[in-house]
């Protein structure tokens, strides 16, 4: 399969925004978003299974790939594109069988010995994170920071590098100047849930115009 991240990779919170997965989907697909994660870390396994039915047909509607954090089991009766998994999460090589060779698998990496690691496995991406200090989960790693992203972007050479934890619009272009292919966004974009299409698309075109730029 040919994948390519794209620059923005938001991240869905009914808990932050108030508002349904599919809501989100469609909001942030229009200011832009190709590519969403659903992320839901409260849900009982059938509300999530339902709410990713629905996200899943908002994403179709869209135009948009979706990828189910965590849940293999749900990313494979929901038909979503793919997983996102953690490190305490179904192996890589376990969700790959289940998913199969099409299916997206990003994994994520909380230092430069596990995102070494990762670029061993059979995944279309690795995140590392958090590079800032987040709200968005309370069992974060340290603070890795802009030289650890360095770090591990000059030891895994092209391999495709997702950075997450506390981005925010300010900080959007220092992550990429020190080397992430894509910065994966929560609070940045879904804050205000009356403004995720507009921030979305506003950080789209600040990206664009710098990357031209490196």
Do not use: W
């Amino acid at each position: 399969m040919s994948f390519r991240l794209p620059q923005i990779y938001p991240l869905t919170d009914v808990g932050l925004t108030g508002l349904t997965h599919a809501e989100q989907v469609r909001r942030l697909a229009k200011g832009g978003a190709t590519l969403i994660q659903l992320r839901d870390k409260t849900s009982g396994a059938r509300e999530f299974l339902e709410s990713a039915r629905a996200a899943i047909i908002a994403a179709r509607e869209c135009g948009v790939k979706l990828i189910i954090n965590d849940r293999v089991d749900i990313a494979a009766a929901v038909g979503a594109d793919g997983v996102h998994l953690g490190q305490d999460d179904l192996p890589v090589s376990a969700a790959r069988e289940l998913l199969g060779s099409q299916a997206i698998i990003g994994l994520s990496t909380h230092s430069l010995s596990q995102a070494e690691a990762a670029t061993k496995l059979s995944i279309d991406y690795l995140a590392l994170g958090p590079v800032f200090s987040t709200s968005t989960k309370d069992d974060a790693a340290p603070e890795l920071g802009l030289t650890g992203l360095v770090q591990v972007r000059n030891r895994i050479a092209e391999f495709p590098l997702v950075a997450i934890g506390g981005i925010t619009v300010d900080r959007a272009l220092e992550v990429f100047h020190a080397g992430a292919n894509s910065m994966a966004v929560i609070s940045a974009l879904l804050r205000n849930p009356d403004e995720i299409t507009a921030q979305t698309a506003r950080l789209f075109q600040l990206v664009n115009a710098s990357v031209q730029q490196i």
